[in-house]
Nanobody
Framework: QVQLVESGGGLVQAGGSLRLSCAASGLTFDVPAVAWFRQAPGKEREFVALIKWWSGSGSSTYYADSVKGRFTISRDNAKNTVYLQMNSLKPDDTAVYYC?????????????????????WGQGTQVTVSS
């Protein structure tokens, strides 16, 4: 069964930290990129972060302005897992967080928020930040 599975969500106070994990099952992250998106109640799903890599150990990361400097995306090849480290959390970060795999990437960084770039999505993990 091909799937992405997110975990690590929960309830945290403002200023706290969480680390989300996105594990691949039945497929690999041997693709150009993996991203995190989030969807808050009553809002559209939005891009959060993306990690792009190429042969060897090179990689690049991209972040939404709202999380830049607070969130860090990374991956563990051996575990076929991508992480999202979230620090200095704010109530506005409350959302369901999804990971998604991009079999190819087109355009520039401003295009990475387009959901058509992604073929597999996880079921989401809830993050709630209390004030």
């Amino acid at each position: 069964q091909v799937q992405l599975v997110e975990s690590g969500g929960g309830l945290v106070q403002a200023g706290g930290s969480l680390r989300l994990s996105c594990a691949a099952s039945g497929l690999t992250f041997d693709v150009p990129a993996v991203a995190w998106f989030r969807q808050a109640p009553g809002k559209e799903r939005e891009f959060v972060a993306l990690i792009k890599w190429w042969s060897g150990s090179g990689s690049s990361t991209y972040y939404a302005d709202s999380v830049k400097g607070r969130f860090t995306i990374s991956r563990d090849n051996a575990k076929n897992t991508v992480y999202l480290q979230m620090n200095s959390l704010k109530p506005d970060d409350t959302a369901v967080y999804y990971c998604a795999r991009a079999p190819s990437l087109s355009g520039s960084a401003s295009d990475y928020n387009k959901e058509t770039q992604y073929d597999y999505w996880g079921q989401g993990t809830q993050v709630t930040v209390s004030s």
